[in-house]
């Protein structure tokens, strides 16, 4: 019996290119001879709602076609689900948004032809998740994310770019902006972050979790990670100012910045990040507000299909 996939496609992802490119990706999915079901992520969280629903109605093959906010989603109602175990669940990507960071560690190319082909060969990983736990309206909240969490400036960041992809800016470059514009408005607090129990309380700039090497449109802030060891890579930036950042701007995309004497790596299964009027923080750029937040990894609980030839899983991204 022939297999069949569920598509959710997310028409906001790309600033519209979701939307602008639909007939293009569903045409070459058929073309590839894929037999699936279509459904359309009409608003924040649904993809979380229409992949219960798939995994509910018998599906444990999807293909997300969105950006890593639509994979976040999607991951998201993998764990929330009690149907099945998580790993059940296999999950490709045809990538359509802004950053699509995930997609530079597993090798998934960034063109939907190449996509299809990767998703048409079907080879798979299990790689890890990172669970997010905060209290949010008197309420205690959990999360998910496949690729990178950040806290303090890299949240500001990423709520600062989302506002820009809300007003129709594309490209690369709304990142840059977001990050100039964020600096300008940012102070570093003192900032308590526990790493395996080890303590750290000092002024904090930056606090970021990789699984995956990527975030913030290709920035390698975690050149360590690799998504299937059951530990986050852990990159803080203490106190820097503009000249340092402006110093460390190329070594962002090279992973380069992290020999810098104010930038610290660790590797760590669980985590607590806090501070006195909080933090704020965000998963695969989705927004989580200011809180306190314990994080902890569970292991290659996730199969996504890859690319071995491209996968980028040691050191600064050399296969």
Same mark, same amino acid.
């Given at each position: 019996m022939k297999k069949k996939w569920f598509v959710i496609l997310n028409p906001h992802a790309g600033s519209g290119r979701g939307n602008k490119d639909r007939v293009e990706i569903l045409k070459k999915l058929s073309k590839a001879k894929f037999l699936y079901e279509l459904a359309i992520s009409e608003y924040p969280k649904h993809t979380i709602q229409l992949t219960i629903q798939a995994i509910e109605k018998g599906f444990r093959n999807l293909i997300v076609a969105g950006g890593d906010g639509t994979l976040n989603e999607? *991951?998201?109602?993998?764990?929330?689900?009690? *149907?099945? %175990? %998580? &790993? @059940?669940?296999? +999950?490709?990507? +045809? %990538?359509v948004g802004t950053g699509n960071?995930? =997609?530079?560690? $597993?090798? +998934? %190319?960034?063109?939907y032809k190449d996509a299809i082909r990767i998703l048409k060969h079907g080879k798979t990983m299990r790689q890890d998740v990172g669970r997010i736990t905060f209290? @949010?309206?008197?309420?205690?909240?959990?999360?998910?994310?496949a690729n990178m969490a950040g806290f303090g400036f890299d949240a500001m960041v990423a709520a600062k770019t989302n506002r820009l992809k809300d007003k129709g800016r594309k490209g =690369?470059?709304?990142?840059?902006?977001?990050?100039?514009?964020?600096?300008?408005? $940012?102070?570093?607090?003192?900032?308590? /972050? /526990? +790493?395996?129990?080890? &303590? !750290?309380? @000092?002024? =904090? $700039?930056? *606090?970021?979790?990789?699984?995956?090497?990527?975030n913030g449109g290709g920035m390698m802030q975690a050149p360590g990670a690799i998504p299937d060891n059951g530990l986050f890579q852990v990159t803080i930036i203490r106190k820097i100012g503009l000249f340092g950042?402006?110093?460390n701007l190329a070594g962002l995309y090279s992973g380069e910045f *992290?020999?810098?004497?104010?930038?610290?790596?660790?590797?760590?299964?669980? !985590?607590? =990040?806090?501070?006195v009027h909080n !933090?704020?923080? &965000?998963?695969d750029g989705e927004i989580?507000?200011?809180?306190?937040? @314990?994080?902890d990894i569970i292991s290659q609980k996730l199969t996504v299909i890859f690319n071995p030839e491209k996968y980028l899983k040691f050191g600064s991204g050399k296969a």
């Open positions: 999607a *991951v998201n109602g993998i764990f929330s689900q009690t *149907v099945c %175990p %998580p &790993e @059940e669940i296999t +999950i490709g990507m +045809i %990538p960071d995930w =997609i530079k560690t $597993f090798g +998934i %190319p960034n063109y209290t @949010e309206n008197d309420s205690t909240k959990t999360c998910y994310f =690369i470059t709304l990142y840059l902006q977001a990050l100039g514009s964020s600096f300008l408005n $940012f102070q570093t607090a003192k900032t308590c /972050v /526990v +790493i395996d129990g080890q &303590e !750290i309380d @000092e002024l =904090i $700039f930056s *606090v970021s979790l990789g699984i995956g090497k990527f950042i402006l110093r *992290v020999k810098d004497r104010r930038v610290s790596t660790y590797q760590a299964r669980k !985590i607590s =990040i806090s501070s !933090i704020a923080g &965000e998963a989580l507000g200011d809180n306190k937040f @314990e994080i």
